[in-house]
């Protein structure tokens, strides 16, 4: 099935369309699981009058009194166990002076009455805790799976508008490579939401020859008009046998990458991670992540989040929704709070354009021809919350500009309300340009001013951008 669209003819694929009824179910089951019960903090009327005849069976059955206080005056008795359940669930199993008087007043078996009562609440205790862990995972889980169908929606979607026909282009195509010696059996064309054509060809070289990718590519540019090459860690020459070779067009800007770090007291091991990675998109991300505390327990954590991140980003998550997932893995089933900072910029070497993501990060700093701006955080740290709401902030770059991204410890090791400025003058009073040495150079000027060891992890990368 086909449709038209900017004059080429855009496929409509059943198996996209069966894949988004797949994902609007999933969707439907997470609702259904948000809209049950959620945690409880206090006990049912049914609950409690369960522990009532609990502790009536046990103690008031052998009880001389039984009649007189659960026939005759059972209001008040019931009264009583409300008000000592109140008093130990708000105050704990130390009862004040008065509620004990209290109970030796009314009951001659106060002794045990007391410690069958505080036998029973604390195995609905239990089970109101455990339930409340059922209800957290169920919650949890419903979570991921929204965040995974809407995952489904928005490639199935994507897919859906990207795939295309040109059976001119698949012709002049078909030709040119049968004159290079070049066999093809198939072509897929895409086109992103931008314009950029990315082309997949199954071919092989004829028998006795030796091609090149990067030579293939330079005959499909020839053909499209645009400036294809191998997609990046493609195969440097063609097999023998029938082989998928992806091309895309080449980006517009590159970037290069400096990172310079020290651990609390001067110790090897840092609690900070980060990564520089390519994704989809002719896109590179830039991530560095601060773990609770600091040494090798704030590490684990940190490189967990760093390299999680970097396979839902590689296999083609969106941002926010990567964030997301990881938020929700670091919250779900967790006695204690373990959280962790994010601070993500995105470069898009197309259009020079960066993405700012930040879950509970320092500022980040933007050196843009010898003026300085500052991107800050609105939401925190990733496990702290069920869900959170980092947005992305977006700005356009130069080519030579220059993203300098720091772990608190860096601003930590500034006097005091003066750190965005001292940090202001030592980033934009260099005319250093090389990513590697402008981050030794902020560091070591910052444990300079600072004049005494690291009192936390410190951690520097800076990334900067040129056009080709």
Not at 413 to 441: F, Q, R, S, V, W
Request: hydrophobic residues 40%; negative net charge; glycine residues 6%.
């Amino acid at each position: 099935m086909e449709d038209k669209k900017d004059g080429q003819a855009v496929i409509l694929n059943p198996y996209v369309t069966q894949a988004d009824r797949f994902a609007m179910s999933l969707r439907h089951l997470a609702d259904t699981f948000l809209k049950l019960e959620g945690p409880r903090e206090r006990f049912t009327t049914e609950e409690i009058n369960d522990m009532f005849e609990q502790v009536a069976g046990k103690v008031c059955a052998s009880c001389e009194n039984r009649k007189k206080c659960l026939e005759n005056n059972r209001p008040h008795v019931y009264q009583m166990v409300y008000e000592l359940l109140c008093v130990v669930e708000e105050y704990g199993t130390e009862l004040n002076v008065e509620m004990k008087r209290k109970l030796q007043k009314r009951c001659i078996m106060a002794p045990r009455f007391l410690r069958e009562t505080l036998e029973v609440f604390q195995e609905a205790k239990k089970m109101l805790v455990w339930n409340n862990k059922m209800v957290q995972s169920r919650e949890g889980c419903a979570v991921q799976l929204d965040t995974f169908a809407r995952m489904i929606q928005h490639a199935t979607r994507e897919l859906e508008a990207s795939i295309f026909t040109d059976p001119p282009l698949e012709k002049r195509i078909k030709t040119r490579f049968k004159k290079a010696g070049i066999r093809l059996l198939s072509t897929v064309f895409f086109v992103t939401p931008q314009g950029r054509y990315e082309i997949h060809v199954t071919v092989k070289p004829e028998k006795g020859k030796c091609i090149t990718t990067k030579a293939m590519a330079r005959l499909l540019s020839q053909c499209a008009s645009r400036n294809m090459s191998p997609a990046r860690d493609e195969r440097p020459v063609l097999s023998q046998e029938y082989c998928t070779i992806i091309c895309v067009e080449g980006p517009c800007f590159y970037t290069m990458q400096g990172i310079a770090k020290i651990g609390k007291g001067c110790q090897k091991i840092s609690g900070d991670s980060f990564l520089m990675t390519q994704i989809p998109g002719g896109q590179e991300a830039a991530i560095l992540s601060d773990g609770m505390g600091s040494g090798e327990a704030a590490f684990k954590e940190s490189a967990m989040v760093v390299e999680m991140l970097e396979e839902l980003l590689k296999a083609g998550f969106p941002k926010e929704t990567a964030l997301e997932m990881m938020n929700t893995a670091l919250v779900m089933g967790r006695e204690e709070v373990f959280f962790s900072t994010v601070d993500m910029s995105v470069f898009d070497l197309y259009t020079g354009n960066c993405e700012f993501i930040k879950a509970g990060a320092a500022q980040t700093f933007i050196r843009h021809d010898g003026n300085m701006e500052h991107i800050y955080s609105e939401s925190l740290p990733l496990g702290v919350v069920k869900s959170t709401a980092a947005a992305a902030v977006k700005r356009k770059l130069s080519s030579g500009d220059m993203v300098v991204m720091v772990t608190d410890g860096v601003l930590d090791a500034l006097p005091h309300g003066e750190e965005e400025k001292l940090l202001d003058m030592i980033i934009g009073g260099t005319p250093l340009e090389n990513p590697k040495e402008l981050a030794h150079y902020i560091l070591e000027k910052v444990l300079e001013l600072g004049n005494t060891e690291p009192l936390d992890d410190m951690t520097v990368l800076v990334a900067g951008i040129w056009q080709m």
